[in-house]
């Protein structure tokens, strides 16, 4: 029997390195598939269509939407976002666990869903919000006011940690990767995701069998 | 607030390397605290009291059942054996984690418990039944009858495996030790096995109100 593929939920306000880490963990394991989200927002400089979001008009958002083509979906500063639901259905039945960098909103319809049995959410916090601002600040792109759209953003973000299975305070890039890493190989051994473990049990039982 | 302690229950059929694992977590982990048995079983020789096994009569044994001081207690091969309760809670409070090294009987009865959502509970199956018994005779301790009644209860020790949440296949015992400590560290950072986060979040929110 094939190991059905786990959905793992990174969220966090923005500047607490989700992002960074996502790609780590995506380095560190090739069978990691990204879901690439769907957005209505325009593309950013150097963003390119299907590696940071599949960028879609209005319409055609709402056409996925209205399929049952969206895992999730949710509103944000006006634009919409959502995971299809496709390339993750066909990395589960690959036995791939797929990585969602997504927010509280995607995170909750997700683990709501009838998928979210095979969910593992992990919440990550910055180690205060005077940094969380100072990463905000150093990516030098954005006006004050988005700025502090972000920082309204990143209370509410924040206020739904208690929704998630584990909570990494990210002081140190590299702990919190290794954390993340952790919690994913411990969560692989979990005897509900080892599907093969029933046949290895009956080839120990045809043994005492045969003794 | 304090954390509270988990109980930490490593079962497997004899032979398996369960001991030798619970050995090497134990060194790891000073803060780890090992359930020592209580047993109607009479010491071998090496064996010390409060070591290895609290031996006791079976009188005294049935007192302490009587008088609930037992978190679990089953009868194996005509013997008692027994984890007494009031070491476990006092670790529990003080947030130290405890480690038991019983058999199928007496983790079921704790998962069953009051304290059942406190557990995580790991099965360590051998990689097969000739290695088992070849690890059993090695031993050199036992006669053949002795080994007969070890396999049968290994294969009903086995049979009990889909009951705990993790599975590891004792193949390699470094890699398994490995395992299990990545088991141990994740189980660690699950969102409610930290109480010290509501606090910290509450810290974050403060530093958004004064901002």
Redesign the interface.
Known sequence: MKRRGLLIILSSPSGAGKSTLAKRLMAWDPTLRFSVSATTRAPRPGEEDGREYYFRSRAAFEKMVAEGEMLEHAEVFGNFYGSPKGPVQAAMEEGRDTLFDIDWQGGQQIRNSVLGKDVVSI?V??P???ELERRLRSRAQDSDEVIAGR?AKS?AE?SH??E??????NDDLDRAEA?LK??L???R???DR?PD?SG??RG??R??DA?
């Not at 998630?164 to 305070?169: A, E, F, I, K, T």
């Open positions: 919440f916090l910055p205060s919000i005077a920082m209370e924040i940690w208690a998630y299975d584990y909570v990494l305070v954390d952790t919690i190989t411990a969560e051994m979990r005897r080892q473990l290895f049990v120990l039982n043994e005492f003794r």
